[in-house]
C-alpha cells in the first residue's frame, strides 16, 4: 500500500464521521468545517508521528493512548489559544468514540485522555405547529409515502436516533402492546413505547408500501430504499430535508432535530426529567438536563405574554 493508498484508507473512517455528524447529529456547515480540519490535523500528526517510529504505515485500530498524548504536547508547542486547543481535543475524542461505537476500532484511545469542558450549545428544536406541518405534508398511496408518514411519526412517537430507526427490523415492533424494542450504542436494548398513531403508521407502510419495495433481500429490516435494501443515515436525512422544504419549513430538518423536538415537547407536557432520560437512553442525567433550559425558555416566553406586567 502506497502512502497515498494509506491516507485514503485513513480518511474513509473520517468521511464516516462527517456523514455522522452531518445526519445523527446534525451539526451546522461551520461545525463540520471544523471537524474536518481538526481531524485532518490528526492524520498529518499521526502519519509523521508513525513514520518518524519507523512505520510507514499505520491504522485507526494501532493508535494508542501514548499517540494521542504525543498529539496533544504537538498542539500544545504550537500556541493555539486555549480554546482552539480544547476543540481539537475535544474534536479527536468525538471521532474516536464514533469509531469504537462503531466497531472500526476495539479500544478507545482517549479513553483515560482528560478532555477540556467545551461551552455547550442549547439544541434546536421544531414547534408543535411546525412538527404538524412536515406530518400533514407527507400525502399519497405511493410505498416511500407510507414508509416516510410511519418513518416521521415512529422517530417523533419514541425520540429513537437515526442510527436505531434504521436498524429496527419488523420483528422490533410490539403491535399488540405498542412497543419498539431499540438496540442503542454498546449494545443496550430498550423498550419504547408508541403511541397508537405511529403504530398504526408502521403497520400502514407494511400492508400497503413495504412489500411493493421489498426485493426479498432484507426481510428483517423495517425501513427500505427503492432499491429494496435497508435505509441509510444519508438516505433517511436526504428523504427528511426534502419533505421538510416540502411543507415549507425555513430551516434545514435534520434527524437529531427530530429527536430534540420529542425530548422538549415531552418536558414542556410535564414528563418527568428521569423518564425522559430513559426514553432518550442517556447514561448521565447531566445529557438530559439540557432540554430543560428549552423548556424552560418556552416558560419564560408563555409568562412574558400571558402577564399582564410582564
Known sequence: MTSLQHKEKALEGLNMFLVYLKVERGVSINTLSAYQSDINQLIDFLTQHKSNSSKTYWSWTEVDEMDIKEYILNLNNKKYLVATKARKI??????????????????????????????????????????????????????????????????????????????????????DEGFVRVIAKGSKERILPLHSIAVDLVKSYLENGRSEQSNGSSDKALFLNKAGRRLTRQGFWLILNKRGSKAGLTREVNPHLLRHSFATHLLKGGAPLRHVQQLLGHSDISTTQIYTHLSNDHLRQEYNKAHPRS
Open 90 to 175: 475535544a474534536s479527536t475524542n468525538s471521532f474516536f468514540k464514533f469509531l469504537y461505537d462503531e466497531d472500526e476500532i476495539y479500544i478507545d484511545p482517549c479513553k483515560h485522555i482528560s478532555i477540556p469542558k467545551l461551552p455547550r450549545t442549547l439544541p434546536t428544536t421544531l414547534s408543535e405547529h411546525e412538527i404538524n406541518s412536515l406530518f400533514k405534508s407527507v400525502k399519497g398511496i405511493k410505498p416511500e409515502d407510507y414508509r416516510d408518514r410511519a418513518m416521521f411519526e415512529l422517530m417523533y412517537a419514541s425520540g429513537i436516533r437515526v442510527s436505531e430507526l434504521i436498524s429496527c427490523d419488523i420483528d422490533d415492533i410490539d403491535f
